[in-house]
């Protein structure tokens, strides 16, 4: 009888181990959050998308084909003209953007300054550097850092907003 109910739980385990690896994976890390924070969680794994809730808020990321800017991402922070998005990330203080362009690094890096000063940000810091450009903008109690560098023949950006 026991043998009976170990291999009918590997048999299910086969049969719906990519489920059976996530629901694992998702307590695991149930786990670790509480162990290191005190506070429990809810975690939901899909395969591009991950949904983490606490007692503190919610925190989602998508990525690849599933990827995409979240419906409350500040209007007045623009999105690269004919970027592919490669992933998001929601928290409650703010965002974080990751997309790729066929554009140089001087193109999106003039772009962006162009763009946010038009919607009222003001530039806090510019560094070019011979693989990097970081922008950093504010306004009022708002933040959004910009590091411009090469990937592999395209430009990546990677876009962070802050609520300060």
């Given at each position: 009888?026991?043998?009976t109910?170990?291999l009918?739980?590997f ?11 996530e ?25 591009e998308?991950l ?7 919610e925190?989602s990321?998508t990525?690849g084909?599933?990827a995409?800017?979240?419906?409350n991402?500040p ?6 003209n004919?970027?592919?998005l ?7 203080q703010?965002h ?10 001087p ?9 946010m ?5 003001t ?7 011979k693989?990097?450009t970081m ?24 876009l ?5």
């Amino acid at each position: 009888m026991r043998y009976t109910i170990y291999l009918f739980v590997f048999l299910l385990m086969i049969g719906c181990s990519e489920k059976v690896e996530e629901k694992i994976a998702e307590k695991v890390a149930e786990k670790a959050i509480e162990a290191n924070t005190g506070t429990k969680a809810n975690i939901d794994i899909n395969k591009e998308s991950l949904q983490i809730t606490t007692k503190n808020g919610e925190m989602s990321i998508t990525s690849g084909k599933s990827a995409k800017v979240p419906d409350n991402f500040p209007k007045d922070i623009p999105v690269y003209n004919g970027s592919v998005l490669d992933m998001a990330m929601e928290v409650p203080q703010g965002h974080s953007l990751s997309f790729t362009t066929k554009h140089s690094m001087p193109k999106v890096s003039e772009w962006y300054l162009k763009e946010m000063i038009s919607k009222g940000w003001t530039k806090e810091a510019h560094m070019d550097m011979k693989n990097q450009t970081m922008l950093v903008f504010k306004k009022g109690e708002r933040g959004v850092n910009l590091v411009i560098t090469p990937d592999n023949g395209h430009t990546r950006l990677a876009l962070t907003s802050v609520k300060e």
